[in-house]
């Protein structure tokens, strides 16, 4: 279920004339959901005028057919959010917007830039220090970097390529993981960081027109067709003659976030030329082979931990049967910001089939273990239903450290594997047995080279040097981070334990201080 996880955003952009732009972005946002529910937004310009509407919540809540249809032109782009950098705030909602003379433009991003603290000290946004631009209201990395392109606007019109002339000066700049749409009244442009952390597609529309889009997942459901990938390092500029400008900015060193094929696309999504769906059964497939279990049924966590049991029971020969029901309405539990809404969250969202599970001995497939909360009320809620044993079989390897790049782990403490072992583990969610894939099965259920994937999670080989930790973290630029000390007094504190006298992990200040602890 990927649980205690927070994702980063969705991004969506439409160039079309005489279509319903706004109305496509809707369709692209809802089909993006999944990778942002705590704030949704649409930019659209009809040549002359950009107007954002964004609120708070789900898609569905902030957009109605009145507001939509108030929004005409034949740009506009799109942004799901969740709170890697800044809190979650209306202020903190995207797209951003900044006028500049006359011009204005938008921007919609998702990751989280590294150097945030360097190119934040640069615009006086840092806590403490007096904002140089009125139009600093936010806290994001995002408005930062909304704040450099402003400031990078060419004095002097240039044929009505102010905007991209000014990315080509702001992007090489740029630190960290970063998939951006931005508009101007004439102009729809596409651009990633050149290790191509996050996707992003570039789809044509049958009716005429081009599309961006976190996932070709969303591509799909406006009606487009995928053309290819926004390559790492470049910048794709389109306008009333398609696209205008393919822009290679930087060396591309691919490295897509791994966690793309584990939890985050979509089931329907292609990476790399390969389906999402079709991995995650590869991965329960390897799983099956590497941490086999004498069982009565295989059950998925839903839902993304389907494909992967389907994988397992076909390569262990153990039934497949649906023993957790979900609530289809209640969203990602690692989307919540407070803990006790996750904790509480879990119970909302699942319940058991106690006529299926009951006197069974259970394989739990499930992509992911991150805190452990998800799989011990799992467990629990099995036995409840009288399950007579639960062994837990998890699609990815143990997650040991934090992402910079776009993944909100929150600390390294949190992270229940990179204090206990496997059996540890086991007997902190209450199974009878644990088994995870390796990262070599994993890497090679995606298709795609080790080279080209991003694993620091798993492993803490991080493509990207980071700054010193007290210029990292989530609140950097609200001033409410806790600063890293060197407390000896801290470090000499016991761990605490559970019931079992096993050691627990406990929140830490974030993860500011990750690569400085044990």
Request: hydrophobic share 40%; proline share 6%; net charge negative.
């Amino acid at each position: 279920m990927g649980s205690s996880l927070g994702h980063y955003c969705g991004v969506f952009g439409v160039y079309a004339p005489n279509q319903p732009v706004a109305h496509l972005s809707y369709l692209g946002l809802f089909a993006l959901q999944h990778r942002g529910q705590e704030s949704a937004g649409i930019a659209v310009s009809d040549g002359a005028t950009i107007t954002v509407v964004k609120d708070m919540g789900l898609v569905t809540q902030v957009f109605d057919e009145r507001n939509l249809a108030s929004l005409h032109g034949h740009i506009a782009i799109g942004h799901n959010r969740y709170s890697t950098t800044g809190s979650s705030s209306w202020m903190n909602a995207q797209p951003v917007y900044r006028s500049v003379g006359e011009a204005g433009f938008a921007l919609g991003h998702n990751g989280n830039l590294t150097n945030t603290a360097e190119l934040a000290a640069e615009l006086g946004m840092l806590p403490g220090l007096e904002p140089q631009h009125e139009s600093v209201d936010s806290t994001t990395d995002s408005a930062l970097v909304a704040e450099l392109v402003a400031r990078a606007w060419p004095e002097e019109r240039s044929d009505g390529k102010e905007l991209e002339l000014a990315l080509e000066q702001v992007l090489p700049k740029l630190k960290g993981g970063f998939s951006f749409v931005l508009m101007d009244d004439s102009h729809l442009i596409g651009a990633r960081d050149p290790h191509g952390f996050w996707p992003l597609v570039l789809g044509r529309l049958d009716g005429g027109g081009w599309v961006f889009a976190s996932e070709s997942a969303a591509l799909d459901l406006v009606g487009a067709h995928y053309v290819r990938d926004v390559q790492p390092g470049e910048m794709v500029v389109i306008d009333a003659t398609g696209v205008r400008r393919e822009v290679r900015w930087a060396e591309p060193s691919p490295r897509l976030c791994l966690f793309e094929f584990v939890y985050f696309s979509r089931p329907d999504t292609r990476l790399y030329g390969h389906t999402v769906h079709t991995a995650r059964q590869r991965m329960g497939e390897a799983l099956a082979r590497q941490a086999p279990v004498d069982a009565d049924m295989v059950v998925p966590v839903p839902e993304s931990g389907i494909p992967a049991a389907q994988g397992f029971a076909r390569a262990s020969g153990i039934p497949y049967g649906d023993g957790l029901v979900k609530n289809r309405y209640v969203g990602r539990t690692f989307i919540q910001p407070s803990q006790t809404i996750r904790q509480l969250g879990i119970r909302l969202k699942l319940n058991p089939l106690r006529e299926i599970v009951g006197g069974k001995r259970l394989v739990v497939v499930d992509d992911s273990i991150v805190r452990g909360n998800t799989q011990r009320a799992i467990v629990r809620m099995l036995r409840e239903a009288g399950a007579s044993e639960v062994h837990v079989r998890i699609s990815s390897p143990p997650v040991k450290w934090p992402c910079f790049y776009g993944i909100d782990f929150a600390t390294r403490a949190e992270l229940i594997a990179n204090g206990l072992t496997v059996e540890e583990i086991c007997t902190s969610i209450g199974a009878d047995s644990l088994g995870y894939v390796s990262l070599e099965g994993l890497i090679s259920s995606t298709g795609v080279a080790t080279d080209r994937l991003c694993r620091a999670c798993f492993d803490g080989v991080y493509p990207i040097d980071l700054p010193a930790p007290e210029f990292l973290g989530k609140h950097l630029l609200e001033g409410i981070e806790s600063r890293v000390t060197d407390s000896p007094a801290r470090s000499a504190e016991p761990a605490p334990r559970d019931a079992d006298g096993l050691p627990t992990q406990q929140a830490g200040a974030g993860a500011t201080d990750a690569l400085n602890r044990p």
